[in-house]
């Protein structure tokens, strides 16, 4: 029971936050630097020539060095986790979607804001469920739009002994399905607030 009014309680307290910006953590990039490019693109094991070669950028029509889409990513996590508050749910992203509308290029000064669009009470296979949605934008130095994120966040019930997810892991020998059921279902709760 005490779970179900932490649960309430998370719910009631995350829809306060609907319509409104929010952000959970400070933004590791706000400048497309050779470095933060060159870290990033090396980091996702991207060795595209456009990100990493300065030479090669330059012959492009871009004229130099630009940052990988997904470099936005480290401007600003675009997922929202809900209100801080200590609840037994763990966090599943069920959907990240992006379009983008121009290149970050070399030098960018990178902003965002994410927005909480709604807080959805549901049940997913007999758990107590809420979904998060959100909405990021992504604006150059010169206010221009760069990128548009949607992402879904299934906070989801964590009961003692069951996997969070009920499905046959594929290519995997039993024994290590085994173990890694036996993890999911000692999964902790939410993350801890972001001061």
């Not at 990100?51 to 600003?76: D, I, K, N, Q």
């Not at 994120?149 to 892991?169: C, H």
Request: with cysteine.
């Amino acid at each position: 029971m005490r779970d179900q009014n932490q649960i309430d309680l998370f719910i009631a307290r995350s829809r306060q936050l609907n319509g409104r910006v929010v952000r959970e953590r400070a933004a590791w990039n706000r400048v497309a630097t050779a470095d933060a490019i060159s870290h990033f693109a090396l980091g996702i094991a991207d060795d595209n020539p456009l990100w990493l070669e300065p030479a090669y950028a330059e012959t492009t029509r871009f004229g130099g060095l630009v940052a990988p889409p997904a470099f936005l990513t480290s401007v600003l996590y675009p997922v929202l986790h809900g209100a801080p508050v200590e609840v037994p749910l763990a966090s599943l992203i069920a959907e990240l979607e992006y379009e983008w509308y121009r290149p970050v290029l070399l030098g960018d000064e990178i902003s965002g804001a994410t927005r909480q669009l709604d807080a959805i009470d549901t049940e997913i296979e007999g758990r107590r469920g809420v979904y998060i949605l959100a909405e990021t934008l992504y604006c150059n130095g010169s206010g221009e739009v760069v990128a548009r994120a949607k992402s879904t966040l299934v906070r989801l019930a964590v009961e003692e002994g069951r996997p969070l997810i009920e499905r046959e892991i594929s290519g995997l020998p039993s024994s290590t399905a085994s173990r890694t059921s036996v993890l999911l279902a000692r999964a902790t709760t939410s993350p801890e607030p972001l001061q």
